[in-house]
């Protein structure tokens, strides 16, 4: 009961934060793509791949602080099933040539970021 207390707390703060940077991007860029989830998304890979390194090759923590922070805060953070939706809305509205963008942008960009992040995990 208690990793699942820590994931759900975890998870809210994650959310919470989505919501605000996702919609300070949005609101700012004023641009019909959704520049705001790509860039949640991107953080988040970066982010994991960043802990899990320096968790795995430099610093031993707390199976709990590893759920709060990976599953709990990242998981609510990142936003991949919104990417799936505004992705299909994109297609819907005929616009394929931003999802198209959308698709590549986020899964190189993510995939990037994580990699990155294993790098920096490394040297800290």
Known sequence: MGNFFVVFLGGGIGA???YWLS???ART????????TITVNVAGCFLIG???TAFE???LVTPSLR???TIGILGGFTTFSTFG??????????EFFYA??????SVVMCLAATYAGTIVGKYI
């Open 16 to 18: 919470a934060a989505r």
């Open 23 to 25: 919609g300070t991007i």
């Open 29 to 36: 860029s004023g641009s019909a793509f959704p520049l705001g």
């Open 50 to 52: 960043l802990l899990m």
């Open 57 to 59: 090759d430099r610093f």
């Open 67 to 69: 759920l709060f922070l």
């Open 85 to 94: 939706y505004e992705t299909i809305a994109m297609l819907k509205d005929a």
């Open 100 to 105: 198209t963008i959308n698709v590549l942008a």
